[in-house]
């Protein structure tokens, strides 16, 4: 019996905004539950409070709703909708604690609503600690040997029971969030106070210390007829005390036995089948000690995983696909594989025939005070996949598709005195870049024992880059001449790039890939079949190799390349994916075969049925120009990856590519400062004023024209890196000596900053002659916080309607004069009433999406078919909103993962993802957003205020609506007597500099409600980091601009109850 | 250690490579095994004799060799074929690489080969016949003259010439534990060219093993008054094996219970009056989905055999109880009037999934059921 009938709705719950350790993998998974559901006849409803997805463009799900993953805002839904099953598997750990709270508070009964792929049941028995571990000792699998403590005196008793070091995991929280490992009882104390508060169940996981023991993982798929496979193996090259997230990890694994992966496999099958896990899939964590080979299983997850995206990557099997017809019925026999055009059935294990090496990206240069040494928390943001046919060229590969300058294995080590120190560090607490550091160990003769003892690395992995180090050291002393064929394929299958060798032999990637074709050592494209060639497969997903054969066999159709965007940063995520993807649609709809070349496992572009050919490879020069060669493109599209593609814009030029869409020259003019002035002067546009310099004396006299406060940064950066609003000459002074380096090569940027601004984010569309708006976003916070982490209203809440006519007449001007063609992106800024022109982007930015989904269609869609020669009329283009709606996008923000830093919003970007509330005011669209991003705000209590003197001329606006909101006021002695002076009582608390008790007192006794907090200038920004610092600890609701306060206090006079839930396809 | 080596193939292709092992000529028919772990226990694997193995999975000898995992004290393969040797092992188990594990054993491989391409020449174009050859091009001709010797694997009894010579007892379970059954019964098992992990599961589910030559006679092999007889694996065509088809049909006329395995299993089905074919490329791997067709089960099981038992000639008294889903083909029989049942795959594993072990407790209960 195939597909349930009783079932004709389900409900799927998506994972919400990008966070650290939940990414676009789960709009991998979504998207694909929601496509194989809707194909196979059910009503699918969705709700995800991201609108940077795919999984929420309305044709995916018959009813879409972005909306808050909160239980309050679900029930609405189930309500109005009725679905007969809840799959909550797809949308990660908030997916499936959120199904769990539905269950627990009864709704699911209440509407007779179904859990199907997991049962409550089995979330339970697989995600609580204590039952997990009795669960597995009764099927007489080892665990670690572990305590459950749920208060500090527990947790000691546990402790004392195995000593140090030991591992400490709050249940129920997000990527391992609070754990940690503990060397002394001082640490474990602060790692479990944290975890405990952290857990929503105050519990606890104390567990021996399996550090440097070897660290597995298995994706496992069960359908309801018991049949289990294995998709994929992973072996972390990183061992036990990394997170797996953060790991570096190779598929298949590779230093195991035949008999030793059976016992991993055997027991998954057992572990899944215990715990419950009727259909679906699921990951197993295993650490093996490397001694003696004793197997104990970490953890398991009853759900689509991040593991399973790169699982799905690496092999080739869609398991999100198959986990959601499986729950509704589906036995894996019945299932046929995508990939050999349905030849095998969905019922086996791939067994592939490369290496994939999956690398995670950080963020660190973000937060400079956090803690940047991986541990058991996950910390990383993104992640990139390298093909290879072996592991050297898979590793290098993703090296290589990081995107941090690296071409390989760069030294990174400088000259000091103190090498072997630094390396006995960096070896023995691993950071971001420990795997350059295992290379230069390598390079200054450390043997792999030596290296082994302090990383806990197998020596298998050891001794492949030993080989690779001395490859280089041999290139070292070689000129690139005397390379032959013979060494140069070599060098190209250990996955060197040509930059790399270039490097190394003193010449350029131009003058390598010259000899490279002139020997004739050109890549080949092998596929991706899940079969090891077994059997035929017409499916184009293909990574480059050096070898005989070449399968690409590129056909003659007219065809456009889209570029990537690469791993998930910050500054540049998964909206760019979302661009990727509906231009490869777009494409396709315009009757040209789609190209896609990307290199990050997590995303739908990357899925092989998402565009005609797929090449899994890094974003670099080199790679893209080969693949080039082969499928000779009509044109190339750059204008979607975000930076990355751009970056490759003059490499592609120069090799004759044609990009389509805008000219590469708009870019220049409107990245390069002086070029940029000279074209706002033409146009007449004002900008604030601003200069660049090379140094510290211009500095000096630069500032005193522009006036402060001012906004400097080095030029050339994503995501405002290094941003800093400076008030004083003497910060400036110490901005310029301490924070960034200045030179000729390295100008800095000076801009006049504007107070009170208003910024406004606009996107235009245009095919060349006719200009159409996108959409004007007015943002909340003030202009100097970075956009990207800005709340921001669609449409306006607060122009008028002169400046709104204004910014986009500026705005079409601009456009004609860079002749645009598909997308740009406008930032200015709003002062009294003038109109300033901040920065432009000629290519898709991060608010596309969110514009897109208001709109009901692509930007993207149109943007792409413009750049093939549609015109906007063709094709219908209409920038009309829907009426009577507002909708507000919310950042958020990961300051919960790095508690040393500072939770105040500046110029430097450092949100990783946003949500979208949508509403019939402002109000309730931006209090939907705050719920959306998991921001709880209270309605009434004590209101803790201290303003920057400049706001302080809002605070007889501000007040009245605290008061009548049913607030009191706290405040600190300054702004007090303000408070007073208007007329208001406030009660005055110590600052933390004034001695006790203070204000930091007050909130670790619970009495403060709500905290309104704004500051400015590095010494006040520091004195005051500790009591927001404290704030976000004890989850409270603390506001760092004054616009947002106004924004809140509008979001506040709204009743949720009362809040509408409509569904993206009654709104458009 | 290492050495310049020619991949030569019937069909004229010649692939220049990296030799290792040992530094002598070898042919065979050469088949693709998409097993990504078991290197060990596949290159012991006596059905494997006369034939050269390309393994898909780049990198083979990475977990180097140990004391523990093989299938039988020699090396019964004629070469491998691989696309990379790794310079280093790294396992608490192993005792010695591959490579000096080839070079002790006689055996010839050659590396750097493109195994996807040649993997895909075999799948279109059948098995074909190959010889590993050290030197360079010029070695050539020596190569070409030793592939028109060799006349392939069809009609050859390659049975008798792997059998044990001696017949033994067998008294060891299964890794890690050793685990054993404690009974009476004892289990003949006829060597085709058996596994030893076919013995340890005898051993370990249903009592004790003996172990006897594959040309054993019936009166001799009642004379160890067996409480059920074996068929085991073994390499070649089963069709010239008439001693053992013939001894067979006597031990179904007595009702003796019977469980064979691969060839075996064809054995089995040849002495039921079944037919046999030999197939394209056949099977070889770990990941092959068969499925139970009384229970719609499906297992993932290793395979390896080129021969196969023809679905269409299986007789009324002769019912299939398992097919490949990757290509249809017939993967079990029972007999309905006899004690007596087999399995083309391996459920022995070793390597492979585990989870056709069940067949061993199967072998069991029919036992007791007949006794």
């Keep these: ?1068 | 250690m290492s050495f310049p080596a020619i991949l030569v193939l019937e069909d004229g292709t010649i692939i220049e490579g990296i030799g290792f092992g040992v530094k002598e000529l070898s042919v065979g028919e050469i088949v693709f095994n998409t097993s990504m772990s078991g290197y060990q226990e596949i290159i012991t694997d006596p059905s494997y004799a006369k034939q050269i193995i390309a393994f898909t999975h780049p990198h083979i000898g990475n977990t180097g060799i140990n004391d523990e995992d093989n299938e039988s004290d020699s090396i019964h393969a004629s070469g491998i074929v691989i696309k990379d040797l790794p310079d280093h092992f790294s396992n608490w188990r192993a005792t010695q690489s591959l490579n000096s594990f080839l070079e002790s054993k006689k055996t010839i491989g050659i590396s750097n080969i493109d195994t996807r391409a040649l993997t895909t020449r075999l799948r279109d174009n059948g098995s074909l016949k190959a010889c590993i050859a050290p030197g360079d091009k010029d070695s050539l001709s020596i190569a070409q003259d030793a592939l028109k010797k060799f006349s392939g694997l069809e009609g050859l009894d390659l049975a008798k010439e792997v059998s044990t010579q001696n017949s033994f007892s067998w008294d060891e379970g299964t890794w890690p534990n050793y685990e054993e059954v404690k009974n009476e019964k004892l289990i003949v098992a006829i060597d085709f060219g058996v596994k030893k992990n076919i013995l340890r599961l005898l051993r370990k589910h249903v009592g004790k093993v003996q172990v006897v030559n594959a040309e054993i006679c019936f009166d001799e092999l009642m004379q160890f008054k067996p409480d059920g007889v074996f068929l085991s694996n073994g390499p070649g065509d089963p069709e010239p094996c008439i001693y053992a088809i013939e001894l067979i049909q006597r031990l179904l006329d007595i009702n003796m219970p019977i469980f064979g395995i691969c060839l075996g299993h064809q054995l089995l089905a040849l002495s039921g009056g079944c037919k046999t074919y030999k197939m394209k490329f056949g099977h070889h791997g770990a990941n092959h989905p068969v499925q139970d067709i009384a229970s719609k089960v499906v297992y993932i099981t290793s395979q390896n055999h080129g021969f196969a038992v023809d679905f269409s000639s299986l007789p009324k008294n002769i019912e299939p109880t398992h097919i490949s889903l990757f290509d249809q083909s017939l993967q079990g029989i029972a007999f309905k009037d006899k004690p007596a049942f087999s399995f083309q795959g391996h459920p022995e594993a070793s390597p492979g999934p585990h989870e056709l072990e069940e067949l061993f407790i199967k072998f069991n209960l029919m036992i007791d059921k007949n006794a």
């Design chain 1, 1 to 1068: 019996m195939p597909k349930r009938s009783d079932i004709q709705s389900v409900l799927i719950i998506g994972a919400g905004p990008i966070i650290i350790g939940q990414a676009c993998e789960f709009d991998y998974s979504g998207a694909q539950a929601c496509k194989a559901l809707k194909a196979e006849g059910f009503r699918v409803i969705l709700v995800n409070s991201n609108p940077a997805t795919i999984m929420t463009d309305p044709l995916l799900a018959d009813a879409t709703y972005i909306e808050p993953i909160h239980w309050k805002s679900i029930e609405k839904i189930i309500d109005k909708e009725r679905p007969d099953a809840l799959l909550p598997t797809m949308g990660g750990q908030t997916g499936l604690n959120t199904a769990l709270t539905l269950a627990k508070e009864g709704v699911l009964k209440k509407y007779n609503v179904e859990l199907i792929g997991a049962s409550r049941e089995a979330i339970d028995k697989a995600e609580d600690r204590e039952l997990f571990d009795k669960t597995m000792k009764g099927i007489g699998i080892e665990t670690p040997r572990s305590g459950i403590a749920h208060s500090m005196e527990e947790a000691l008793t546990v402790q004392e029971g195995f000593g140090f070091p030991c591992i400490i995991r709050p249940s129920f929280t997000l990527g391992g969030s609070g754990g940690g490992v503990a060397y002394n009882i001082q640490e474990f104390k602060e790692i479990c106070e944290k975890g405990l508060d952290l857990s929503p169940t105050t519990e606890l996981l104390i567990d021996e210390s399996l550090l440097g023991w070897k660290e597995y993982e298995l994706e496992v798929v069960r359908d309801k007829n018991d049949n289990c496979i294995i998709i994929c193996s992973i072996e972390n090259l990183d061992p036990m005390g990394v997170h797996t997230g953060d790991s570096i990890t190779v598929a298949p694994a590779q230093t195991l036995t035949d008999k030793e992966y059976q016992i991993l496999r055997d027991q998954s099958f057992k572990i899944l089948r215990e715990i419950g896990v009727e259909t679906g899939g699921s990951n197993v964590q295993f650490g093996i000690n490397p001694e003696n080979g004793r197997v104990v299983v970490i953890e398991m997850n009853p759900r689509v995983s991040r593991s399973s995206a790169l699982a799905s990557k690496a092999t080739g099997f869609p398991i999100a696909k198959v986990a959601a017809l499986l729950s509704v019925g589906f036995t894996l026999d019945e299932l046929q594989n995508d990939i050999t055009n349905g030849l095998t059935p969905a019922s086996f294990e791939p067994s592939i025939d490369y290496i994939v090496t999956k690398i995670p990206k950080f963020a660190f240069e973000k937060f400079p005070q956090a803690d940047d040494r991986l541990t058991t928390q996950m910390k990383s943001v993104g992640e990139v996949m390298g093909i290879g046919r072996t592991f050297q060229e898979s590793l290098q590969k993703a090296l290589q598709s990081l995107e941090e300058d690296l071409h390989g294995f760069e030294t990174i080590l400088d000259n000091s005195s103190n090498q072997n120190e630094t390396l006995r560090y960096q070896l023995t607490f691993p950071g971001s870049r420990r795997i350059l550091y295992v290379a230069e160990a390598i390079r200054l003769g450390w043997d792999a024992d030596q290296i082994n003892q302090l990383t806990g690395m197998d020596f298998w992995f050891l001794h492949q880059i030993i080989d690779l180090i001395d490859e280089e050291n041999i290139l070292q002393d070689t000129k690139l001449q005397e390379i032959g064929f013979d060494k140069m394929l070599k060098l190209k299958q250990k996955g060197f790039a040509d930059k790399r060798i270039a490097e190394l032999t003193r010449s350029t990637s131009q003058d390598v890939r010259n000899l490279r074709k002139r020997l004739g050592v050109i890549p080949v494209f092998k596929r991706v079949d899940t079969c090891a060639a077994e059997f035929a497969t017409e499916t184009a997903y293909m990574y480059s190799a050096y070898e005989g054969e070449c399968e690409s066999r590129p056909t003659s159709n007219k065809k456009v390349i889209v570029l990537g965007s690469g791993p998930n940063r910050i500054g540049q995520g998964i909206e760019f994916d979302y661009c990727c993807v509906h231009a490869s649609f777009a494409l396709q709809e315009e009757g040209y075969e789609s190209i896609m070349i990307n290199c990050n496992p997590e995303t739908v572009s990357t899925d092989f049925d998402t565009s005609n050919r797929l090449y899994f490879e890094p974003i670099t020069e080199e790679k893209v120009l080969d693949i080039i060669d082969i499928e000779k493109p009509e044109g190339v599209i750059i204008q979607f990856g975000g930076q990355t593609p751009l970056k490759l814009s003059e490499a592609l030029l120069s090799n004759n590519v044609t990009i389509l869409g805008t000219d590469v020259d708009a870019i220049d003019r409107s990245e390069d400062r002086e070029r940029f002035q000279s074209l706002a002067h033409q146009l007449n546009l004002k900008q604030p004023p601003n200069s660049t310099v090379k140094n510290l004396k211009e500095a000096i006299e630069v500032s005193e024209e522009i006036g402060f406060p001012i906004v400097v940064r080095p030029s050339y950066v994503l995501g405002g890196r290094a941003m800093e609003l400076v008030h004083t000459q003497v910060e400036l002074d110490k901005y310029l000596k301490e924070a960034v380096e200045v030179s000729d090569q390295k100008p800095i940027l000076l801009d006049g900053y504007l107070t009170d601004a208003i910024e406004v984010d606009v996107d235009v569309i245009s095919d060349g002659s006719d200009i159409e708006i996108g959409g004007i976003l007015q943002h909340i916070e003030q202009a100097g916080i970075h956009s990207g982490d800005s709340a921001c209203s669609l449409p306006p809440y607060s122009l008028s309607q002169k400046v709104i006519k204004e910014i986009e007449n500026q705005s079409k001007k601009i456009a004609e004069e860079l002749n645009v063609i598909g997308l740009m992106n406008i930032q200015f800024a709003v002062q009294d009433e003038n109109v300033f022109i901040i920065e432009v982007n000629p290519r898709a930015s991060r608010t596309v999406p969110f514009i897109s989904k208001c709109l009901g269609e692509s930007l993207v869609k149109f943007a792409t078919k413009t750049m093939v020669g549609k015109t906007l009329k063709d094709i219908g283009f209409s920038n009309e909103l829907p009426k009577n709606y507002f909708f507000v996008k919310e950042a958020v923000l990961p300051f919960d993962k790095f508690p040393a830093v500072d939770p105040i919003l500046g110029p430097e970007m450092k949100s990783t993802g946003e949500v979208m509330g949508i509403g019939s005011s402002f109000g309730e669209a931006y209090a939907k957003a705050q719920r959306a991003a998991n921001k709880i705000f209270p309605d009434s209590g004590l209101a803790f205020i201290s303003v920057k003197e400049s706001d302080k001329k809002y605070l007889p606006n501000l007040l009245p609506l605290l008061l009548e909101q049913g607030f009191s006021l706290i405040a600190t002695k300054g702004t007090a007597d303000s408070i007073k002076v208007l007329g208001y009582d406030a009660e005055i608390i110590n600052k933390v500099t004034e001695g006790r008790p203070h204000i930091v007192d007050e909130l670790l006794n619970d009495r403060v409600n709500l905290l309104i907090n704004t500051t400015e200038g590095r010494q006040s920004i520091e004195d005051s980091a500790s009591i927001r610092r404290t704030a976000l600890q004890n989850k409270l609701f603390c506001v760092t601009t004054i616009f947002g306060a106004f924004a809140l206090l509008e979001a506040m006079s709204t009743n949720s109850d009362n809040w509408m839930y409509n569904s993206l396809q009654e709104i458009n």
